[in-house]
Each structure stands twice: as structure tokens, then as C-alpha cells.
Nanobody, 121 residues
Framework: VQLQASGGGLVQAGGSLTLSCTAS????????MSWYRQATGKQRELVAT???????NYDDSVKGRFTISRDGAKNTVYLQMNSLKLEDTAVYYC????????????????WGQGTQVTVSS
């Protein structure tokens, strides 16, 4: 299984971006889908999570501005980011719990390669 993240870029403060992350390969099912971010010199932090039942959770810093969603048919998770702030600048990583073997019930933890989001003033 491979994850491909895209959608990052340079945007002015107050602007919007949408990130996407698609899983390809032997995907049987996906339970959680999450976005993390890591700013320079800081630890990686959880931004948002969506479960297989579409329950969502957000870090307080992004509540009301970011929306996480998923398309099960496409094995894709999205992160719509609005009202971006300078402090949102970071590399964003997708993280998915994927069952890649129909003979077991095990879900592996997979990470995307990261996509850079830079917010300018």
C-alpha cells in the first residue's frame, strides 16, 4: 500500500487550500484517516481525524477553519483548510489505518510522504 498526498503550496494568510491523500494498492478497508503537521523545529502534531463511521475530531487550533472528509470509494481523505494563518505553516502528513489483507483483521499504520503548506503575510 502506498499513500500519495497532494495539494500543498504557498498561500496568503486568510486563504484556502485543500489537501488530499489517496491510498493505492491492496486496500481491503480503512478505519481511521488523519492529518498531522510538523512545523520546523516542532514536534509532529495531530490536526484532524475521521473514523470509518465519519466521526471527526480536530485540534483546537483548527476548529471552525479546517474540515476533514473522506471518500471511501476512492480511498481518499481530504483536508479543507480555510482562513489560513501564519502558524498553519508546516509539512502536512496523512496517516491511515489500512487493512491490506483480507485473510487477517490487522490494520497497519501507513503514512504519506508529506506536503508543504506555507502561509505568507
Amino acid at each position: 500500500v502506498q499513500l500519495q498526498a497532494s495539494g500543498g503550496g504557498l498561500v496568503q494568510a486568510g486563504g484556502s487550500l485543500t489537501l488530499s491523500c489517496t491510498a493505492s494498492g491492496p486496500v481491503v478497508s480503512i478505519n481511521y484517516m488523519s492529518w498531522y503537521r510538523q512545523a520546523t523545529g516542532k514536534q509532529r502534531e495531530l490536526v484532524a481525524t475521521i473514523t470509518s463511521g465519519t466521526v471527526t475530531n480536530y485540534d483546537d487550533s483548527v476548529k471552525g477553519r479546517f474540515t476533514i472528509s473522506r471518500d471511501g470509494a476512492k480511498n481518499t481523505v481530504y483536508l479543507q483548510m480555510n482562513s489560513l494563518k501564519l502558524e498553519d505553516t508546516a509539512v502536512y502528513y496523512c496517516n491511515l489505518g489500512i487493512r491490506d489483507n483480507s485473510r487477517t483483521g490487522f490494520y497497519g499504520d501507513y503514512w504519506g510522504q508529506g506536503t508543504q503548506v506555507t502561509v505568507s503575510s
